[in-house]
């Protein structure tokens, strides 16, 4: 059976070559979210969570006069608050850094073998 592609097929050496340094990208870019801090606060300002660039909690900070013991249900609403801030934050800077990588590397590979295909016709 003959492919409608003939003689002119990606190279599959040179695609993998691309989604290694995809691979590559990912992985950095993942690294430096996970060093980068985010904060969201609730209650103007008594808590605040503090997330990694992967939204994984790193801490919480409640001030005192947030903490009343005879009003446990507001604080808890205001650390999910804080925590959702902080989580949806994160999660927005990530997709702003990520997405242009993969972009980036997937419209290299792309091109790298589009420009084969038409080199060799």
């Known amino acids: 059976m003959t492919s409608s592609l003939g003689s002119h097929r990606p190279d599959m050496q040179e695609f993998l070559r691309h989604a290694r340094q995809m691979q590559h990208d990912l992985v950095a870019a993942k690294e430096d979210l996970e060093q980068r801090r985010v904060y969201g606060s609730a209650g103007d300002g008594s808590v605040t969570a503090t997330v990694d660039g992967t939204a994984r909690l790193q801490g919480l900070t409640i001030a005192p006069e947030a903490a009343d013991p005879n009003d446990t249900d507001t604080l808890a609403a205001l650390v999910v608050a804080a925590i959702h801030n902080a989580t949806t934050t994160a999660r927005q800077m990530a997709k702003e850094e990520i997405v ?19 080199d060799r016709g």
């Open 100 to 118: 242009p990588t993969l972009s980036s590397s997937l419209a290299e590979s792309v091109r790298a073998n589009l420009n084969r295909l038409t």
